[in-house]
Every structure is written in structure tokens, then in C-alpha cells.
């Protein structure tokens, strides 16, 4: 082929444009209603086409070239990139199981290798990698090092539930919130919280009653009636609010929290996600927008939803919306409550919230900002003074919702179905607390004194372990950096599975999957000593409360309300499967919840069981 000389050339561009502006000149002549018809067609076109064509371009090399020949994780241990879907990757395996299962399985397969690295490299949609983080070293760096981040799609979901408090929040306004909030959850405080729990526990163990009736065991959902009982005990001890959930499952912020709860699984959370991740952030401002005139939008978003069965993801709106709504209607109700209460203790110059009671975290939080801003006044004219507003406490409250009771209720509902397949650790624990009950002359173990049974705290410790309420978080890297010597750019997806890192067989041994409370007891046959590897490390083997800047701010408070709960049911109740092919899955949402509850076949306690004790 002979070149072009640079006159034909011109030529040759010439005739190019002059046939568009003879294209143009001919679109001009059209009516104006053909011209708007043939350019939305060719927008219309162009918008098909061009994404056809990336597509096109892009798949070869993202999805085929890169992971396998480009990628700097190329050479990390990982599941063949052949074994996952051509489109989604592991995705579809990962959506299949119970979260963990695949980590678990990967890392038996591929990790823990002489000279490797402690991560696993994984494929998912669109070629899109993460690193699957098992590296202690690796782990104390990401997750002390605010670099490392919630993925942006993290954080949406999140904060839907949670609102945007401690859970979503980065940086500075992170450390703020959380140094605010740190004073409230002191021990002193925790044990006088704990004091007000006895209604709610005494409640539990009636509805327990009351449900066997007049027969020898009834089959009971177990986690139906814990989560009552607790959300009773996070509302009175979060923000001194009687729900009396266990009597009233009508009452509008126990209503409201379940149906938000309930749209975390399945389709309905599928359906938020659709909408939170349009782009632009148009999803999130479009929910904000509902949220702001609920009044006016609930009629609408329920008119369209009763059309037609295509309009779903608008009912789990509609839903979503008419829950969180009340939830914040209430929030704000609680804070002005909760302020006035403040400001009047102050005028009475009560220094310490406790000598009137207000020991709630809220009301605790709410006097630090108080003080706070006097104290700025005091000394620079109140110019850095902080001030709590509606939307903050809104947050809070949705936090202690969303992270405090949510997880207690799913890590109870575990630890019953584990002592239902272990009876002899049933046996066990029913016989300290017994033991407990017959040397006590108030009946109620303090605090401090529930606190020092040494079994009832293994077995909580373990059942977290063997069963995270949290199975695992994602970080995405900001920054270029080094994680234990493995080069990741910046946007690099890591995903921690507090799942396979609590039972990793090369730091807990053979019997890592199992549930064994001995393990946290010296004495015990199964104590640290024996039952650990040499890479045991004590914040980054066990990551059931995360670790780090993020470290769970209430981690004291869920193990004593897990506690608590254990121990009145343990001293007035036994417990087994409702058959012994009976098992449970775990449904993974926000947290790891039994799927369809915790069926036991639950009776009160007999002679021979106290003298089996």
C-alpha cells in the first residue's frame, strides 16, 4: 500500500467534512420534530454502542490478559482463575455459601505455605481482584492505618443500617467520635447498666416459660425470643427507652428496627444495593431525599408498589423508608429528651450523670458535649466548643441498634445452638453457674462476679470465635503501599474474613472448626499452650470484635449481655436439637444471623438435672 502524500491527505480530510456538514446541512433542512427524533436516535445508538464497544475492548484484557498474565498478584497462591464464572469470577460460589466456607477452603488449599505470603488472591465480577488477608503482620498494618478504608459500596449499605456514625466514618471524624464516645462505655458504667437489665432477663425467662406451658419440652425458636429480650436490654441501656419488646412486639421502634432488620437478607437487601449503587451517588441522595418527606412519599411509593410485582425493589423502599423514618422520629424526640435532662442536672451542678440515674450511653454522651462546650467556652469564648445535633444522635442511635443488638442477638442465638450439639459443655456450664447460684446469697450475679466465671466466659469466647456475629469486613487501599511485602496499589480491594482467621487449623490446630471452650483455659487439656501454633497472635488471630482503629467500641458490653442472657437460661432451662439431623445456616447480611431462627426443644430444669450439675 503506497503512503498518502500530505496533499492527498488534505484532500482526503477535506472530503470528510465536507460530507458531515453536508449531513448537518441536510439534518437542518428536516422539521425541527424529525430533527429531535433523529438526533435521540442516534444518542440513543451511540450510548448502546460505545458501551458495547468498551466492552468489548475491555473484556479480553480485564477479565482474560490481566489476571492471569498482568496483575502484581499474578504470582500470589489463589484459586485458578479457570475454576470461577467467565463474568462474575468467585462470585457466584461465594453468593452459594455460608460466608467463610470458601475463604476457609481457600486458604486450606492454597495458603500457609513455606515462603508464601499470608494472603489469598481471588477473581470476582468483571475481573475485579481482592486479596483475601490472613498475614497478622499485614492485618495490624490495615487496620491501624487509616489509608485503608471502607469500600465506597461498603460504606453505602452500611450506613443504611447504621447510620453514619462510628461504623462509617474515616479519618479524623472517626477518631473525634470515637474519643466522644469512649467515656461511655468506662466499666463503671457498663456495671450499672448491667443492673437494669434484670427485668428484661426476668421477662425473657417468662416468655421461655410461658411457651412450654404445661408440657414436658416444647420446640421453641430460641432466637425469636432473645432477640426481643435484648433489644429490650440495648434500648434501656443505649438510651434509657422501654421498648418491652417481649410484651409489645406492636410498640413503634421495635416494629420499626425488625422490619429493618428483616430487609437485610435475600432479595431485599439485593433490591437496596440496586438502588445505593446507581451512579453518582444518585441512589443515596434519592433514599435522603425520601427520607426528608416521608409523609408526602410513603403514599406514593406504596401506590406504585401495589401496581405490579416488577415494582419489588419499590416496596423494600417504601418499607425502608417507613422504618427508618420512625426510627429517627423517635431519635429526635429522645435527644431533646435526653438534652433537657443533661441541662437540668447541670444547673444542679451534678457533676457525675449517675447520682440521678442517667446512666444510659446516650445520656452520658450527650453531658461529655455539654461539658465539653462549657469547658471550650471557659477558655477560648466557646470557639471550638462541639455541640451534639439531630442528625449525629440520629447516628448513634442507629449504631447501637444496628451494631449493638443486632450482633448480641446473633451471637447468643449461635452459642444456643452450639450448647444444643454439645450437650457435655451444656453439662458443664449449667453446673458453674449452679455452683454459682448455691454459694450466692442475692440469687443475681453482680457485674463484676459474672465476670469471673471462668467457663461461662470461655464458652462466649469461643462461640465468637467458632461463629463471628460479624464474619468479616473489606478494606480498599487509598494509598501505594506494602503489606508484608506484597506490593498494592492504590485501590487494591482487601477482604478479611474473621471467619477463616478464627479458625485457621495453622494457628489453632487440628480442631479449629470446633467448639471447644477448654481451649481458653490454661488448665485445661486444650489450654492456649497446647491447643495454639507459634503463629497465634492475640489481636490478629482472633477477629471476632475487628481490631485496630475500628476495634468494637462495645465489645465489654455484648460479651456481659451474652452472659447474662446465658446465665438465666442455663440455671432454669436445658436444651437439645429438635432432631439429630437437624443443622442451621448461616445467613450473611450485615451480620451472620441463623437462617429461619434457632429451633430447640427447650424444658425446665429437673432434679436429675441439679444433681447431674
Not at 246 to 256: G, Y
Not at 307 to 326: K, N, R
Not at 459 to 476: A, D, H, M, Q
Request: hydrophobic share 40%.
Amino acid at each position: 500500500m503506497v503512503p498518502l502524500s500530505l496533499a492527498q491527505s488534505a484532500d482526503a480530510l477535506n472530503g470528510y467534512y465536507t460530507n458531515l456538514y453536508g449531513y448537518y446541512a441536510a439534518l437542518r433542512a428536516l422539521p425541527w420534530y424529525s430533527q429531535i427524533l433523529i438526533t435521540g436516535l442516534l444518542s440513543i445508538i451511540s450510548s448502546i454502542a460505545i458501551p458495547l464497544l468498551a466492552f468489548v475492548l475491555y473484556y479480553p484484557y480485564w477479565i482474560y490478559l490481566r489476571p492471569r498474565y498482568f496483575s502484581p498478584f499474578r504470582n500470589l497462591p489463589g484459586p485458578p482463575v479457570s475454576e470461577g464464572h467467565w463474568f462474575w469470577g468467585e462470585a457466584i460460589q461465594l453468593i452459594n455459601k455460608e460466608y467463610g466456607t470458601y475463604q476457609t477452603e481457600w486458604n486450606r488449599r492454597f495458603g500457609g505455605k513455606p515462603g508464601q505470603p499470608g494472603f489469598i488472591k481471588t477473581v470476582g465480577p468483571i475481573g475485579l481482584e481482592r486479596l483475601i488477608v490472613f498475614s497478622p503482620t499485614a492485618l495490624r498494618q490495615i487496620m491501624n492505618d487509616y489509608q485503608y478504608t471502607k469500600p465506597p459500596f461498603a460504606s453505602r449499605i452500611l450506613s443504611q443500617i447504621t447510620g453514619h456514625g462510628l461504623l462509617t466514618v474515616e479519618y479524623d471524624v472517626h477518631k473525634k467520635m470515637r474519643r466522644d464516645l469512649n467515656p461511655a462505655f468506662a466499666t463503671k458504667y457498663l456495671a450499672m447498666q448491667y443492673e437494669e437489665c434484670a427485668p428484661a432477663l426476668a421477662a425473657m425467662c417468662d416468655e421461655f416459660d410461658r411457651l412450654i406451658g404445661n408440657k414436658d419440652a416444647e420446640v421453641i425458636n430460641a432466637y425469636d425470643v432473645v432477640t426481643r429480650a435484648l433489644l429490650d436490654i440495648i434500648c434501656l441501656t443505649a438510651f434509657g427507652y422501654e421498648v418491652d419488646s417481649i410484651h409489645n412486639s406492636d410498640e413503634p421502634l421495635s416494629k420499626a428496627y425488625h422490619t429493618l432488620i428483616g430487609l437485610q437478607g435475600g432479595g431485599n437487601l439485593a433490591a437496596l444495593i440496586v438502588i445505593l449503587s446507581l451512579p453518582f451517588g444518585v441512589g443515596t441522595a434519592f433514599i435522603e431525599g425520601l427520607l426528608r418527606k416521608n409523609d408526602y412519599w410513603l403514599p406514593v411509593l406504596h401506590k406504585i408498589a401495589s401496581a405490579s410485582w416488577l415494582f419489588y425493589p419499590v416496596s423494600v423502599l417504601a418499607e425502608y423508608v417507613d422504618s427508618v423514618g420512625t426510627i429517627q422520629r423517635i431519635a429526635e424526640r429522645l435527644l431533646a429528651q435526653k438534652t433537657a435532662e443533661a441541662k437540668a442536672l447541670k444547673r444542679l451542678q451534678t457533676h457525675d450523670a449517675s447520682q440521678q440515674g442517667k446512666i444510659d450511653v446516650l445520656s452520658l454522651i450527650i453531658k461529655g458535649a455539654l461539658d465539653a462546650e462549657t469547658e471550650a467556652e471557659k477558655t477560648n469564648n466557646g470557639k471550638t466548643a462541639r455541640k451534639m445535633d439531630a442528625r449525629e444522635c440520629k447516628a448513634h442511635i442507629m449504631t447501637f441498634l444496628g451494631a449493638g443488638h443486632e450482633t448480641t442477638s446473633s451471637g447468643v442465638s449461635w452459642t444456643i445452638w452450639l450448647l444444643a450439639n454439645n450437650l457435655e459443655v451444656q453439662r458443664k456450664l449449667r453446673s458453674e453457674c449452679l455452683e454459682f447460684l448455691a454459694q450466692s446469697s442475692s440469687g443475681h450475679p453482680s457485674y463484676y462476679e459474672l465476670r469471673e466465671l471462668k467457663y461461662l466466659n470461655a464458652v462466649v469466647v469461643e462461640s465468637l470465635r467458632v461463629r463471628p456475629s460479624v464474619p468479616g469486613t473489606f478494606r480498599k487501599s487509598t494509598k501505594d503501599s506494602y503489606l508484608d511485602g506484597v506490593w498494592c496499589p492504590k485501590g487494591t480491594y482487601l477482604a478479611i474474613s474473621s471467619f477463616a482467621i478464627n479458625t485457621d487449623p495453622r494457628v489453632w490446630g487440628p480442631d479449629a472448626a470446633d467448639f471447644v471452650p477448654e481451649r481458653w483455659l490454661p488448665e485445661e487439656t486444650h489450654g492456649n499452650s497446647s491447643s495454639v501454633s507459634a503463629e497465634w497472635d492475640p489481636t490478629y488471630s482472633y477477629m471476632s470484635f475487628i481490631a485496630g482503629n475500628h476495634h468494637c467500641i462495645g465489645k465489654n458490653m455484648a460479651q456481659i449481655e451474652m452472659k447474662a442472657v446465658l446465665f438465666q437460661m442455663i440455671t432454669k432451662f436445658a436444651w437439645t436439637k429438635v432432631s439429630e439431623d437437624q443443622t442451621i445456616r448461616g445467613d450473611t447480611a450485615i451480620t451472620m444471623k441463623p437462617r429461619g431462627g434457632v429451633p430447640v426443644r427447650l424444658r425446665r430444669l429437673t432434679e436429675e438435672d441439679y444433681a447431674a450439675a
